[in-house]
């Protein structure tokens, strides 16, 4: 006889099927309050520094341009992405200067901007030592500011997409600090070995001034050509794999070695897997600023507006009247801030969601492991210590007490 399965199919673990779309949770990680707060923070303070250095070292050289617009007004170059009035929002609005920040390429803006000195410093040769350490210090100043509060966004990421456990945000500022070093020396290690490799191959651009150093240097431009390769190899690991690097530490609690090394493993591993989780997390990403944006603006139209009711402003407003307008539009300016603060908070959000699934198709690991702090405030339980009686037989210190 014939014994028929009627069992049906009830439900399907699509995040077991489609472990990509656990980047979904990314975007509702990143428009927490405290996450916002932190990648807007950042932001202002990365571009304050820039700023000031583009004062230092002045904006009329090919190595320096770029920090024109922060040198001119920090402020207004991190919150023009965001208009007045929802009839001013236009498609391919540039939100930060150098960063397409249309709905479409938002999500790349923080790549953009946080990679900005490296990619000027590949744009132009021959420059002034004062440009490139213009550019170096730049880039420090970004690494300095994002080890502290890009590892925090990425933290908490970590914690509530692996464990499903809500971290609050002194314990995430806490290992940020903890672990602040590893997350200051994995992107700059690589970058450290590009200089190092580039000094020789400087010193036969040096001798090509001269005919007998032109000779010289064509017959040993194998070996030059063989640095190119591994300055190459380098620049597109530490270039496309450095949010990786803040995964990895988030995640597995490590030094910036193994970060490093975890990075330029996956990249190089799975580079489509890595592309198909970044235009996953680009549509996403691209959707959720599509309506931090148009929400932003809402709040500053309706307010406008409601104010509008009230009459019309003071033509010609004093000392005391100007100062008002000023803080007007500075409060303004933080709903602008807060919503470009979005945009990395989700990219850092996006990146230790990025990091869990690379990990997931190189090292086998499952999603939800994740190294978690041991808690200061839970009690710590030991084992009674054994000690023996005057017969040898073993004993507790309790028992001894006790007898």
């Known amino acids: 006889m014939v014994e028929h399965d009627n069992s049906t199919l009830r439900t399907i673990a699509w995040a077991e099927v489609f472990p990509w779309l656990g980047l979904v949770r990314a975007f509702r990680i990143a428009i927490a309050v405290r ?5 807007a923070a950042a932001l202002l303070i990365t571009l304050i520094g820039w700023g000031a250095l583009g004062v230092l070292f002045g904006t009329d050289q090919p190595a320096t341009d770029w920090l024109q617009p922060f ?21 391919d609005r540039a939100c930060l200067p150098g960063a397409p920040c249309c709905n479409l390429m938002a999500p790349a803006a923080p790549w953009a901007l946080l990679s900005a000195p490296a990619l000027e410093g590949l744009k132009h040769t021959g ?17 300095m500011v ?27 500022l806490r290992f940020a600090v903890k672990k602040w070093p ?36 064509g017959l040993l431009w194998p070996l030059t050509l063989a640095a190119g390769l591994f300055m190459t190899l380098l620049l597109a690991g530490v270039l496309f794999g450095w ?21 330029y493993a996956y990249l190089f591993q799975r580079p489509l897997h890595y592309l198909f989780y970044i235009i996953v997390a680009g549509v996403i990403g ?35 009247g100007r100062f008002g307008l000023r803080l007007v539009h500075f409060w303004t300016g933080c709903v602008k801030l807060l919503a470009v603060g979005y945009l990395f908070s989700y990219f850092w959000t996006a990146s230790a969601g990025i990091y869990l699934l690379m990990r997931r198709d190189v090292d086998a690991t499952e999603m939800d492991e994740v190294e978690l702090d041991a808690d200061e405030n839970e009690p710590e339980f030991e084992l009674p210590k054994v000690t023996t009686d005057a017969h040898g ?3 507790t210190e309790d028992d001894a007490e006790q007898t």
């Open 182 to 217: 590893a997350y200051c020396a994995s992107p700059l290690l690589p970058v450290g070995g590009i200089l190092l490799a580039a000094i020789p191959v400087a010193v036969f651009g040096l001798l090509m001034h001269a005919n007998i150093g032109l000779l010289l240097a």
């Open 243 to 263: 949010p990786l690097m803040w995964g990895a530490i988030s995640t597995e609690g490590t030094d910036g070695f193994d970060a490093l090394s975890r990075s």
């Open 71 to 91: 040198t001119a007004c920090p402020w207004r170059a991190a919150t023009s992405g965001v208009p007045d009035q929802l009839a001013a929002v236009p498609t």
């Open 146 to 172: 994002w080890a502290l509060f890009g590892a925090a966004i990425c933290r908490t990421a970590a914690v509530q997409l692996a464990a499903h456990e809500s971290l609050g945000a002194m314990a995430s």
């Open 35 to 39: 996450m916002l707060v932190f990648g």
């Open 393 to 395: 037989a073993p004993e």
């Open 127 to 143: 420059f002034s030592w004062r440009g490139v350490l213009s550019i170096l210090l730049c880039g420090l100043w970004g690494v």
């Open 286 to 320: 691209a959707l959720g600023w599509f309506l931090v944006q148009y929400f932003a603006v809402g709040v500053i139209w309706m307010t406008t507006w409601a104010a509008g009711w009230g009459g019309a402003m003071v033509a010609d407003p004093n000392a005391v």
